[in-house]
């Protein structure tokens, strides 16, 4: 299982979000939409977001902002196939 946060610096949302994946021990891809055009108009374009952190799953399963209640769902999700 993938999971990307697109990121901004000083970004509080995106801060968070890090931070409960880096706490379950789940591992994720960081990417600065500030710094990488192809990300900024992945998650603008092809998403439809305009708010960071823009969260994907597997491509199948995103969402932007700080989400607690999506970001347990991926964990649990990510902690189910370690498991299998």
């Known amino acids: 299982m993938a999971i990307t946060i697109y990121t901004k610096p000083g970004c509080f949302g995106c801060r968070k979000t890090a931070e409960k994946f880096t706490e379950a021990r789940v591992a994720f891809t960081e990417v600065d939409i500030t710094q990488k055009l192809a990300a900024l108009e992945y998650v603008t374009e092809e998403l439809g977001y305009s708010q960071a952190p823009i969260v994907v799953v597997d491509d199948d399963f995103h969402w932007s902002g700080l989400n607690p ?14 498991a299998s």
């Open 69 to 82: 209640t999506n970001i347990a769902v991926a964990i649990k999700l990510a902690k189910e196939e370690v």
